[in-house]
């Protein structure tokens, strides 16, 4: 089988997946522990880098930005800049990123040890649909988790950005919240929350997806979590430009 048919399989393969896992939605019985479970495993776990990711990126970009913004006599606009760029562009994608890192490698390792170790075999012979009890949570917790992260990760971000501009620069406080407040559009915020929301959807079902196609024991629990992570970032970073061009035209902003 050559490499596009293999590709256009595994296209297939995941989309169906994720079909079912969404379907199974209207059907009981419904893992509703194991949501639950999930959700604290993905949200709160993941808090911590999360936290750290947004309070320095908001940090570093004033840092970098400020003195090109004082060259045109705009450093007033430092606050608007920090904002605007995370709340549209480096809150989403980052977040993304750093739980692709942190729990799609998880979720495919996980999912992977139990192909290998035959528990999804026994599932099955016990008439438990391992998409609806293992796959179906993951995803939604992921779909309900990543943008709630997300809104952290500009609030703190944008905090980073506020302690940077006025320790470092000596920017008054008042400037920088008045212009991020001016500077944020509700578009601007719409687009801010679809992009973790199909993100979470990508990184959900490709880590399920190469869990659940694990082969060659232990040792392809390694392949397929690698697999999971470069395949869920990079297509991450497509979706994320064809999404930002979709939005604009959408909302009228090109």
Not at 86 to 108: D, K, N
Not at 111 to 139: C, E, F, N, Y
């Amino acid at each position: 089988m050559n490499i596009v048919a293999r590709k256009l399989l595994e296209l297939q393969e995941t989309t169906i997946l994720a079909a079912r896992a969404m379907g199974g939605v209207f059907k009981r019985p419904r893992y509703i522990p194991e949501l639950i479970a999930q959700m604290d495993a993905i949200g709160v776990g993941s808090l911590t880098i999360i936290i750290l990711t947004g309070f320095f990126t908001g940090g570093v970009l004033t840092v970098q930005t400020f003195p090109t913004l004082k060259l045109y006599g705009a450093q007033s606009q430092t606050g608007y800049l920090v904002a605007i760029s995370l709340v549209r562009e480096l809150g989403p994608v980052l977040c993304a990123l750093m739980v692709t890192g942190r729990v799609g490698s998880a979720i495919s390792a996980e999912l992977g040890s139990m192909v290998v170790s035959q528990q999804i075999d026994a599932m099955r012979a016990l008439g438990t649909d391992p998409i609806r009890k293992l796959v179906a949570p993951r995803l939604f917790a992921l779909i309900i988790s990543l943008p709630l992260l997300t809104v952290i990760a500009d609030m703190f971000g944008i905090g980073g950005g506020w302690v940077t501009a006025t320790a470092l620069y000596d920017i008054p406080s008042s400037v920088f919240i008045n212009s991020v407040r001016d500077g944020i559009t509700s578009d601007d915020l719409i687009g801010g929350m679809v992009k973790p929301l199909v993100f979470a959807f990508i990184i959900g079902t490709v880590a399920c997806r190469q869990g659940l196609g694990t082969e060659g024991g232990t040792v392809g629990v390694g392949r397929s979590t690698t697999r999971a992570v470069v395949t869920a970032s990079i297509i991450v970073i497509i979706a994320d430009y064809f999404l930002a061009k979709a939005l604009q035209v959408i909302l009228g902003t090109t």
